[in-house]
């Protein structure tokens, strides 16, 4: 689910139904322009820009799995902006890197609702002293939080059939 709450197949039904005439309208005007000015001019090279760009802005329109703008991303990205001048100075290449590492695992742990803090604790725990690279990239946060809803899923399954008069009697 995106920012507006809704699932992606109903987003890009949302999008065709509604973004998709406004921007085929578009599409048009910036034909119809593109030959009313010379190609050299600021505005000749705009139209052509975005004449160029459309394929790629077009598969928004499209795909409701993706975003149409970058707030999720701006909002997690925040905190580690507002401190950068704090963060001049790490002390080496490697500890910057491990400082960005961490700041894009505790967003992930955002993005998917995990605690970053019990995400740690069962990283550290779950993950070998001489883990592999793809023993490490099972424990993202993305696929913990598929883990976690894909148990919680098979327990409500087990709990409603458990719960359930008619199938307690057919067994």
Not at 30 to 49: F, M, N, R, V, W
Not at 72 to 88: F, Q
Not at 90 to 116: K, M, Q, V, W
Not at 140 to 169: K, M, W
Request: net charge neutral; hydrophobic share 40%; glycine share 6%.
């Amino acid at each position: 689910m995106g920012q507006s709450g809704a699932p992606p197949p109903c987003r890009g039904l949302i999008r065709r139904a509604r973004s998709r005439p406004i921007a085929d309208k578009l599409l048009a005007l910036l034909c119809e322009a593109q030959g009313a000015h010379l190609p050299a001019s600021d505005i000749g090279k705009a139209i052509t820009y975005a004449l160029n760009q459309w394929d790629k802005f077009a598969v928004c329109l499209e795909d409701g799995a993706l975003e149409l703008d970058t707030n999720l991303v701006e909002n997690l990205i925040r905190p580690a902006k507002l401190g950068l001048k704090n963060y001049l100075f790490f002390g080496s290449l490697e500890a910057g890197s491990n400082h960005a590492l961490i700041y894009t695992l505790l967003a992930n742990c955002r993005i998917h609702d995990l605690d970053p803090e019990g995400y740690l604790v069962e990283v550290i725990t779950r993950l070998p002293v001489d883990a592999t690279p793809e023993q490490a990239a099972a424990l993202t946060p993305l696929r913990i939080a598929a883990e976690r809803r894909a148990a919680a899923g098979s327990s409500e399954a087990a709990l409603s059939q458990a719960d359930h008069p008619v199938r307690r009697q057919r067994s």
